[in-house]
């Protein structure tokens, strides 16, 4: 038997009232935001971060910590709650609309809550130091900026987003525009979220977070698949189109989503909303983090016929001494089963793909400021050591990199050998100016001759899911020159890299770049590795838009 869900990163019991103990932030804890006299919001939510008790296995109840909605003003669809699911209330927002959110903490720890994908200001992008304690209330206050996409919120508490959100604390943002409404994609009961997680529990059905050290290092990864938050997930369908708006809320593990009868997957958005035209591919990776707008057809299709959406067979996105964490029924990178689908009644009618979805405004290279001067996003690994420009994060940290406000940065994303030993080589430079140093330069350096996947570096190497706050971003370019194409072909044409982005996988041997805007607002935003242990032992950044 596995222990349950208990210590958290900051080594304390969740479920004990010593977490009410110890702040969580050196460099000052800002006061919780209290409510604007002069905003008047067209949509105003309290949201309440609980303790509760669902039934997710059959038996004894488990406990949770999740978020619980009450929609004070704005249209009735604005909150739907998935039915028995510890996952927070789907929120529904159009853009254009002044949204108040009221966040109040009955946990016996800190936390504060990211609206992950969303362009708001600093003050409502839930900044760590804006955690608040026990029995306090945050108020959230912006005008949704985004385009028609699916998001999500969870916690980013310093040092315990791994543990909150393994706990239960997640939910989903449906946002919309005219440009969307006017296309007629499938809709009400043929809109179907699908958030994919993978958990583990112990003899009497509570979370376990087991793993310790290797856990930390490699991240967490559950032995059992729930989907909206529930265990064997089945849906029941027409023979008609309908719309899968997927979301990775894994703490770390990395899927390859395909239909079993070989049927090509229709990819309609990512990320920062939908594509500008449909995409169909084999399969489709999706890291934590990264979202995904399948339009699934089932046409055609009798009653009784059935489909399984699996994870499919892929390798060298993680090291082999963390594949097996998962237990013997989810190694790491094997095929297994997601979610079943069965056709239950035939229809004649269904809307016709759309052949144009959107229309994205792309970025040429005289946009960008910084055109012949890439900025490094060098991500390294190193003994119990995860860093960025080969620094780990902490909350008094000064030397946070600058970008000024209303310009499009171009960045180059990277893994940089061996940079994360102790802060050793070149990485630790690139992490202070950021003027200009490349990855050639990084992996160069004193650390750099330990490529080509040798040695212990060569084990510890793993994809990173890369997280940037603020405005979506766009991938100008991937390459690839790793030492081991054959693993990379089990993933590379499940890669979207069209559309907008916010989260980005990268690969050991992948050189992304990316032109990132930092428009509208200034302050501080995170930027981080979305794999949440990683996140928590300090892969993360941050910019001071100014």
Not at 114 to 141: F, K, Q, R, S
Not at 393 to 416: G, K, M, N
Not at 511 to 529: E, N, S, T, V
Request: aromatic share 8%; with cysteine.
């Amino acid at each position: 038997m596995r222990s349950s869900f208990g210590l958290t990163r900051r080594g304390f019991l969740l479920s004990s009232a010593a977490a009410l103990a110890s702040p969580s932030f050196a460099f000052g804890k800002t006061q919780p935001r209290a409510a604007s006299e002069s905003f008047n919001p067209d949509v105003d939510i309290e949201l309440v971060c609980k303790r509760d008790s669902v039934a997710i296995l059959d038996g004894a109840q488990t406990s949770v910590w999740r978020y619980a909605g009450n929609l004070l003003k704005g249209p009735a669809n604005t909150l739907t709650n998935l039915p028995g699911s510890y996952l927070g209330p789907l929120m529904r927002f159009a853009k254009g609309q002044k949204i108040r959110i009221r966040l109040r903490n009955d946990l016996p720890e800190q936390t504060i809550t990211h609206w992950h994908g969303l362009h708001v200001p600093m003050e409502a992008d839930g900044h760590p130091m804006a955690a608040i304690d026990p029995g306090e209330t945050y108020v959230y206050e912006f005008e949704m900026r985004n385009r028609a996409g699916l998001n999500f919120y969870h916690p980013h508490t310093h040092e315990a987003t791994a543990t909150q959100v393994y706990h239960g604390l997640a939910g989903g943002i449906i946002v919309e525009d005219e440009e969307e409404r006017a296309l007629g994609l499938p809709s009400g009961e043929y809109e179907i979220p699908i958030v994919l997680q993978d958990r583990s529990f112990d003899d009497n059905n509570q979370l376990a977070y087991w793993g310790g050290m290797h856990r930390d290092m490699f991240g967490f990864y559950g032995e059992r698949i729930l989907v909206n938050g529930r265990p064997d997930y089945h849906l029941e369908v027409a023979s008609r189109a309908y719309r899968l708006r997927v979301v990775n809320g894994s703490n770390a593990r990395i899927y390859k989503l395909r239909w079993d009868d070989g049927t090509p997957l229709t990819v309609i958005g990512v990320d920062g909303g939908l594509l500008e035209k449909p995409e169909t591919r084999p399969y489709v990776m999706l890291a934590p983090g990264e979202r995904l707008d399948l339009w699934a057809d089932f046409s055609g299709r009798k009653a009784g016929s059935k489909l399984v959406m699996r994870s499919g067979e892929f390798e060298g996105l993680v090291p082999p001494m963390a594949q097996r964490m998962g237990g013997d029924g989810l190694i790491v990178g094997d095929d297994y089963p997601l979610f079943s689908v069965t056709v239950t009644r035939e229809m004649s009618d269904s809307p016709k793909l759309p052949e144009k979805l959107s229309t994205i405004r792309h970025y040429r290279m005289e946009d960008i400021a910084n055109r012949d001067k890439p900025r490094p996003i060098a991500l390294s690994m190193g003994h119990m050591e995860v860093a960025i420009n080969g620094r780990t994060y902490h909350d008094d940290l000064l030397d946070i990199e600058r970008a000024p406000v209303d310009t499009v940065q171009l960045f180059e994303i990277f893994h940089e050998h061996g940079g994360g030993m102790g802060g050793m080589g070149m990485g630790r430079m690139g992490g202070m100016g950021m003027g200009g140093m490349g990855p050639g330069m990084m992996r160069g350096g004193m650390m750099g001759g330990m490529g080509g996947g040798m040695g212990m570096m060569g084990m510890m190497n793993m994809a990173h899911p890369v997280h940037l706050h603020g405005q979506q971003f766009e991938i100008l370019s991937r390459s690839y020159n790793g030492d081991d194409p054959d693993a990379y072909a089990t993933i590379r044409e499940g890669l979207i890299d069209s559309g907008l982005k916010d989260t980005v996988l990268v690969t050991h041997g992948e050189l992304i770049r990316i032109a990132k805007p930092f428009g509208d607002f200034k302050g501080r935003f995170m930027y981080h590795c979305h794999n949440l242990e990683h996140e928590d032992m300090g892969m993360m950044r941050e910019f001071s838009v100014e």
